[in-house]
């Protein structure tokens, strides 16, 4: 998303620098000017602008730099905005993703240790033994107890 929005922004930029140096200039791009008094002879052709017109043009062109350069700050600031506010989201979710997997991680290596010691177990033996000869003893007195029953 923000990289359309750099896109867009040096679209603008690139308009505005091509617009200005393809334009075509009628007359010199030196100029000339000179300061007449009431019923002098001017000495080339051209406009003739008052001081206040003079002062207006020139406050012009100041107040749109600055307008220029605030837009331009505040579009920058926008968009540095939305980076950190993006960068910031996946960080998050980065960390939430890491501590669930070391969660999952951590109970799964459990697990495993606790099957490895039940599968190793010693006492199985004794147990298996025990079993047996209670098993063993069990049949011995059901067949003792069936051959007296019979006699």
Known sequence: MSLIKTLLLI?????????????QTITSTTGKFTFLNKGD?????GTLFDPV????????KEIDEEQCAAHLKYKTDLLSAKCKRDFDLINSEL???????????????EEIETLRELAKGNDTTIWTAIG????????????????????
């Open 95 to 109: 960390e939430i993703e890491s501590k669930k997997y070391k969660l999952i991680y951590g109970a799964q290596k």
């Open 53 to 60: 017109a003079t002062a207006k043009i020139l406050a012009q």
């Open 11 to 23: 679209t603008i930029f690139n308009t505005f620098i091509i617009s200005s140096s393809y334009a």
């Open 132 to 151: 047996f000869g209670l098993g063993a003893l069990t049949s011995i007195a059901i067949f003792y107890v069936s051959v007296e029953v019979v006699k």
């Open 41 to 45: 002879v001017a000495p080339f052709e």
